[in-house]
């Protein structure tokens, strides 16, 4: 495929260049300029841009859509530099990806130019799958160019020889820099990049970046920063936007449902676009959707069409099957999560579907950008919404989209449990200067406005705890010596760090693997389960928990019926049940964007502009405004109605699922105190519904103060600290804080420990260290990510401020068009009651019952089977 | 007698307060190999116990053994918790049955030690014994129950009795479980099945649940 350009006959090249005499460019070397004209290319001028930056000495984002050429803009001042022998020797250039396949494939688009222009350039990658032998060489002699990820990094810097390694260390090129930077991967990523600027005071870094929401956060995210100067930036060098895409939202021949994710209305109309394009990449939002949408694809797949599925779930080796056959073009389409957002070019695709809520303009943008990688042709893309309020919200993202609005993550302060792994890290590496280090770690964008008392509680962490009682002195992993600076305590701490290095903390994962099936339904199988058969993949420990042995889930497009669980592994047998048991679908895993929510409630109050809507969708609305009020831009819309003997209330913040989750949970305890009676309740994306067994709305009606009680802001004061002690999801979210600071280890060398035993601990250790030291920095670790992360407290606080004083109360006598979704999703989506211990209580109770009423009730499980 | 939520049984008639499984300076024990858990769960563990002891003021306490995590926790054990051990034993006999991790009692301590208590019918030992179940309260092997219902699953601390036999569940505040459904269980309760008449006694925050063996779920 690629001619070099020496094959090209050289009069047609002069004739070129005559022809085009402005095709000069200063900072391109003769071999650069005709290998590009070789290919009927030139550079582009985003492309020259970053090379006269980066030749000027200075740091600098690119950011460009996809197609754009990016990856050669970023290596290009490399390949330049490196024309020249002298340049070549020590390692020059560090490449950084977050996907070890991108790494790979980077590698492989790399070495075309390399080999047509002649260029004596050596470029490896180094990820997890790299061999010890090649490791070992890569550090006596590495290459000119190194490929690799921010764990990878991590490892090489707390290495002793980081300092030669890095010593002559000229570029750092950081892809995909959007989907690194405001992550704890980022983080770390950036503490390593302050220990490389340390290193090679001469580095110079290049950041390639999709379009984001604020390119000023990552342009400081690539310079050094001075603690109380102004903030430093990297140079800016934006490429041209490529054609508009054309997005379309499918306007359903069938009835829109009012709930659900499946988007089982619309498969007949997704099958036909399909048939009818080149070939189609079906994104979805979660591993559940994923089976589904492509079971239901292959139940009408008359024409047999090569339809595969891809998600993070299934085997790897599965998965790389899937993408060759991709980049081959042996497929006609393909189902995928997230796990297809990023990076590689995976052929020729033609068509973007997006099943469901797109949940954020920027994530669109990637997706839809997944569609014909060539900049000067429009992307094609079409939205499906699976229920009536994605409809408005794939509407709000399609506007934004054309506006090119992006919502994407704010920058945050950088987690305090990846500092004291990277404080572990650089003693591994060499003894270091406490305060030297806390002024490198400052210059980091994600940490400068950390303060020296937090520093020093991080490095106390490491060294001992960090516990106000100071007990263990003499097991410290870091010491101080007599020069004052610290080192380790001896070479097993240094191992132990290398097996924990990173920030990905998985969730607890079971590998699935195909059995025979046990014996026919109904006649239980007692012999011992039979392990021989193939691993399919790996699925979440939480899911298989909720499943009874012989009950039926979607699992690599397959029907299987659960074994039993043996140590690590659910074994499964293929059913020939017609449709699985898929128990509790987990809802879209990303929230809404704040952005789009806004965007939502705007459309909300703009009835003039429904008639862009399905007429079915238009007709609900108008209906809903006759029946009760619609939502505005600020107010907080609360509804109360009675309906089967209990009584409902029903708010629409749209701030998302955590965000209602958390509210529900804080506002069903105040609910409890008032006497009130809460039983339970359900959140989706836009709504959270709360039942009781008192009259909430007469209540409210009574005395309309109490509604303004209920949603003070204060409830994120005493309950939410009261809450938290109990949380799951908070207890969850100190597990990764005490795993990623290194309280904890992944694996013990030798011994592997299984998530749920580590799982136990944490919980214990999170009570007793709650109790006994509340302001511990695991701790505030902890809080940090929940403001944020499971729990999104910072959202639930914004929308209470926001609503103070403008709560609107309907009091119904029956429920609302707009709160039937919700309503709907009472069943299927799981119910969070106000404490655990109803569920003992409920056991309890069956005991009780089975007393009274012999004989007993035939062993069945009671999930769902007791009411009270 | 009383299964306490907090995790112990009073036997009223002898003012007799049982708990099993310490496992006091588990903490410390884990610094040793340099996994810094919380120095407080020795403080914790006794704090929990001092609750109890205030609650039902018995005149004896028989630890089923396991109080301390290891051999050399007593060098560990600092002089406020032995402040606390002391405080706890004042006014009242104190009996440390042995169990597997500590064999010997640390040094300095007061109160008695032995490896089985008889009382009447009733037998305390550490480690229960099969086949010889009659009257026998034990503990050794941490009893959790998991039970679901519809909100999701609970995975609490547990007694776990049959009528003639009752395994404790673990006092200690780091101290990990395991499900009653292991096979460390059966030589003791049998396997289950239809006619299994085992009762899981759950710990919840104010009170213990009673919830049969079956209706618990493996791990």
Not at chain 1, 591 to 610: E, I
Not at chain 1, 775 to 798: F, N, S, V, Y
Request: proline share 5%.
């Amino acid at each position: 495929m690629s001619r070099g350009w020496w094959s090209w006959p050289p009069a047609r090249k002069l004739i070129a260049v005559q022809v085009e005499p402005e095709d000069s460019f200063p900072n391109l070397p003769g071999r650069f300029e005709r290998w590009f004209s070789a290919r009927g290319w030139r550079p582009r001028a985003h492309q020259l841009d970053l090379l006269a930056r980066a030749k000027a000495g200075e740091n600098a984002l690119l950011i460009a859509p996809t197609g754009a050429g990016k990856t050669l803009a970023g290596f290009l001042p490399s390949l330049v530099d490196l024309e020249r022998p002298e340049a070549r020797g020590d390692l020059h250039t560090l490449y950084i990806s977050p996907l070890k396949a991108l790494a790979v494939d980077v590698k492989r688009n790399l070495e075309t130019p390399i080999a047509d222009m002649g260029l004596r350039i050596r470029v490896e990658t180094r990820t997890g799958d790299t061999s010890a032998s090649k490791r070992q060489r890569q550090r006596r002699d590495p290459p000119d160019i190194l490929l690799t990820t921010p764990e990878q990094l991590a490892l090489l810097l707390a290495s002793a020889d980081a300092q030669t390694l890095f010593g002559g260390l000229r570029r750092i090129v950081f892809d995909e820099l959007h989907a690194l930077a405001s992550s704890k991967r980022g983080d770390l990523l950036s503490l390593g990049f302050a220990r490389l600027r340390a290193i090679a005071p001469d580095l110079r870094a290049i950041g390639l970046s999709a379009t984001v929401r604020d390119p000023d956060e990552l342009r400081r995210w690539l310079a050094p920063q001075a603690s109380g100067g102004p903030p430093n930036m990297a140079a800016l060098v934006t490429a041209t936007a490529g054609a508009p895409a054309e997005i379309s939202i499918l306007d359903t021949k069938a009835e829109l449902p009012w709930a659900g994710h499946t988007a089982r209305h619309a498969l007949a109309e997704i099958y036909a676009e399909i048939k009818a394009a080149h070939m189609t990449l079906i994104f979805v939002n979660t591993r559940a959707q994923a089976e589904f949408v492509f079971q239901e694809l292959w139940r009408r797949n008359d024409d047999a069409l090569a339809i595969a599925l891809h998600h993070g779930s299934l085997d790897v080796a599965q998965r790389r099957r899937v993408e060759e056959a991709m980049a081959a073009g042996r497929l006609k389409a393909v189902v995928c999560t997230s796990t297809l957002d990023l990076g590689i070019d995976w052929g020729d695709v033609d068509l973007v579907i997006n099943v469901g809520a797109p949940k954020g303009a920027s994530r669109l943008a990637q997706r839809i950008g997944r569609a014909n990688h060539r900049l000067d042709e429009p992307s094609r893309a079409l939205l499906v919404p699976a229920n009536r309020f994605e409809m408005l919200e794939c509407r709000a993202a399609v506007e934004a989209a054309r506006e090119g609005v992006q919502d994407t993550a704010r920058a945050r302060a950088g987690g305090l449990d990846v500092l004291c792994q990277h404080i572990l890290g650089m003693a591994c590496a060499a003894p270091f200067d406490a305060d030297a280090l806390f002024l490198e770690i400052a210059s980091a964008e994600p940490y400068s406005g950390l303060t020296k008392e937090t520093f020093d509680s991080a490095l106390a962490f490491v060294a001992t705890g960090g516990y106000a009682l100071a007990a263990y002195e003499r097991y410290a992993k870091i010491r101080r010596m007599k020069d004052g600076r610290w080192r380790i305590a001896n070479g097993r701490v240094a191992q132990s760090y290398r097996m924990n290095v990173g920030t990905i903390v998985e969730a607890d994962m079971l590998k699935v693997r195909l059995v025979r099936g046990g014996g026919e339904a109904g006649r239980a199988y007692t012999g011992p389960l039979r392990r021989a058969g193939r691993v399919l993949g790996e699925i979440e420990e939480s899911f298989i928990e909720m499943l009874a042995p012989k009950d039926t889930f979607l699992f690599g497009g397959e029907i299987l019926a659960l074994q039993g669980v043996v140590e690590d592994e659910a074994l499964a047998a293929r059913s020939h049940a017609e449709a699985p048991k898929i128990p509790s679908y987990a809802g879209g895993k990303f929230p809404l964007s704040t952005y789009l929510a806004m965007r939502v409630r705007a459309l909300l109050a703009t009835p003039a502009d429904w008639k862009t809507l399905p007429k079915q969708v238009a007709q609900w609305l108008e209906l809903q405004r006759r029946r009760s009020a619609l939502p505005t831009r600020d107010d907080l819309l609360i509804e109360t109605f009675p309906r089967g003997g209990r009584f409902y209330l029903v708010c629409y913040p749209f701030e998302g699922r955590l965000a209602h989750q958390t509210l529900g949970m804080l506002l069903t305890r105040r609910m409890e105190r008032a006497g009130m009676k809460p039983i339970g309740f359900v959140a989706n994306d836009y709504a959270l519904c709360v039942w009781s067994l008192s009259d909430i709305g007469t209540l409210c009606v009574e005395r309309p103060a109490r509604l303004d009680e209920l949603f003070a802001e204060d409830m994120l004061g005493d309950d939410l600290e009261q809450w938290l002690r109990e949380a799951a999801m908070m207890k969850r979210t100190f597990r990764n804080c005490a795993i990623i600071a290194g309280l904890i280890e992944r694996n013990f060398p030798g011994r592997e420990k299984t998530g749920r035993q580590v799982r136990i601990s944490t919980d214990l250790i999170y009570n007793v260290l709650l109790q006994h030291e509340p302001d511990h920095i695991l701790l505030r670790a902890a809080r940090a990510d929940a403001a944020t992360g499971l729990l999104d407290i910072e959202r639930l606080g914004q929308m209470l401020a926001r609503a103070r004083g403008k709560i609107i109360h309907k009091a119904l006598d029956r429920l609302s068009p707009l709160a039937a979704p919700i309503m709907l999703e009472i069943g299927r989506e799981s119910v969070y009651g106000e404490a655990q211990d109803a569920i003992l209580a409920e056991a309890a109770e069956e005991l009780a019952e089975e007393v009274m009423a012999e004989p007993a009730i035939a062993a069945q499980r009671g999930r769902g089977a007791v009411r009270r | 007698m009383i299964a306490d939520p907090a995790g112990a049984l009073f036997w009223p008639e002898e003012r007799l307060l049982i708990v099993a499984d310490l496992h006091l300076e588990k903490g410390s024990a884990f610094a040793a190999r340099r996994v810094f858990l919380p120095p407080y769960d020795t403080a914790a563990t006794l704090a929990a116990l001092a609750g109890l002891v205030a609650a039902y003021r018995p005149r004896t306490v028989a630890a089923l053994g396991d109080s301390f995590h290891d051999v050399r926790a007593g060098e560990r054990l600092g002089a406020e918790d032995r402040g606390r051990i002391r405080a706890l034993q004042a006014g009242r006999a104190w009996i440390w049955i042995a169990g597997n991790h500590d064999r010997d009692l640390p040094n300095g301590l007061e109160g008695e030690t032995c490896r089985e208590l008889y009382i009447g019918e009733i037998v305390l030992r550490h480690e229960p014994r099969p086949g010889q179940s009659v009257g026998e309260i034990a503990g050794h092997l941490h009893p959790v129950a998991r039970v679901a219902g519809r909100a999701g699953s609970v995975r609490r601390r547990s007694f776990l009795c049959d009528g003639e036999r009752c395994v404790l569940p673990a006092f200690g505040a780091f101290a990990g479980g395991l499900n009653i459904h292991d096979s460390a269980f059966s030589p003791l309760f049998g396997r289950g099945g239809a006619g299994d008449d085992v009762i899981a006694h759950v710990m919840g925050h104010d009170e213990v649940y009673a919830v049969p063996r079956r209706r618990c779920l493996p791990d």
